[in-house]
């Protein structure tokens, strides 16, 4: 029971998106006005006869071939495929396209419209709000802000795995940092 382009177009039809089949290459052609980029263009492909689901946004990012924060960029992207559900990135080494992906196998089961759904809405949702602000800050100064995120969301595990903790780690640190200053002095006289 594999999918058809005919039954996502009425998935999108129910929707009222606007879309063009490409029946020779067994995609649909679609796209959306986002936030952080104008227009997402974002393509419904159908593989092995209908038997495996792809929904992607090609070319999210340009300019990372070549770019100072490469290695930082793509270190980002798979963070961010670590931190959330279904969402992949691919990186075309040839051009430098990186693009946004959801795919699965469908084998001998169908694409309902829910599934369908949470794919395209997901895909549009954490590219537009959650990856490309974030990774536009790396390619501007390097930097992934998820980094610090990551640091919030260890000292909330601790605070709640052991009560308490944190307020003596924060003091040790304090007089440690109080030691380096004496120890300093110490040296300069």
Not at 33 to 44: C, M, N, W
Not at 82 to 110: C, H, N, S, V
Not at 149 to 156: C, K, W, Y
Request: net charge negative; with cysteine; aromatic share 8%.
């Amino acid at each position: 029971m594999a999918a058809t382009l005919e039954q996502i177009a009425g998935y999108l039809d129910k929707k009222g998106w606007k879309y063009r089949i490409d029946e020779e290459t067994s995609r649909i052609i679609t796209g959306v006005y986002a936030e952080t980029i104008e227009q997402l263009l974002i393509i419904i492909q159908l593989d092995e006869e209908g038997e495996f689901f792809e929904v992607y946004a090609p070319r999210v990012i340009t300019g990372v071939k070549e770019h100072p924060f490469k290695s930082e960029i793509l270190q980002t992207m798979l963070c961010i495929s670590w931190e959330t559900k279904m969402l992949q990135w691919e990186y075309d080494p040839a051009d430098g396209e990186i693009r946004a992906i959801i795919e699965f196998p469908l084998e001998d089961a169908e694409l309902t419209e829910r599934q369908f759904n949470r794919c395209l809405y997901s895909l549009v949702q954490l590219v537009d709000e959650l990856a490309l602000p974030r990774l536009q800050m790396v390619m501007d100064t390097g930097e992934d802000p998820g980094d610090v995120h990551e640091g919030e969301r260890l000292l909330l595990q601790l605070e709640t795995e052991s009560p308490g903790l944190l307020s003596l780690l924060e003091k040790a640190m304090e007089a440690r940092k109080r030691r380096g200053r004496l120890m300093l002095d110490d040296d300069l006289v």
